[in-house]
């Protein structure tokens, strides 16, 4: 699953600091006193803000901050949009994911944001959103198709 690693160390850290609000502003703090200016960091903030997609905030600040640092880009602003239509879908088979996280017969997720096969989502009526899963896995266990979510 390549990558997958990452983002459980990621959703990991954000929880561990009491959600992805308080990692942005922990690494909000972080950059500032590294000289980094608060216009770049709205760019990241913009897809954090959707769901709790903390990997979509720190992939719109590496994508779009050297281009546009004191707004959020028309493109970035698609990629939001793109995101707060997409559907639920429930569980047909129970599994197990890496992370810690069992997706159970009749559980819905939303997908937030896809990068290769590892889809950050949302589980629905869970407060410790969101959980990294691999895209491949949640075809086999859902109605979920990876290919109808833009990488």
Known sequence: M????????LTTRAKAEGGPDALIELLLKQGEAKGVGKGAAVVGLGLAV???AIYGG????????????NAVTDAAE??????????WHTVTETRDLPG???LAIGDR???LIRDGDVVMIEVADR???????SGVILEEISDFVLADLPD
């Open 78 to 87: 698609t990629a939001i949009a793109k995101a707060q239509i997409q559907r």
């Open 58 to 69: 720190k992939l719109l600040w590496d994508k779009y901050a050297p281009t546009q640092p």
């Open 109 to 111: 997720f939303k997908p």
């Open 50 to 52: 959707l769901g709790g």
């Open 127 to 133: 407060e410790d959103n969101p959980f990294p899963a």
């Open 100 to 102: 810690g996280l069992t």
């Open 2 to 9: 390549g990558n997958m690693d990452d983002y459980i160390a």
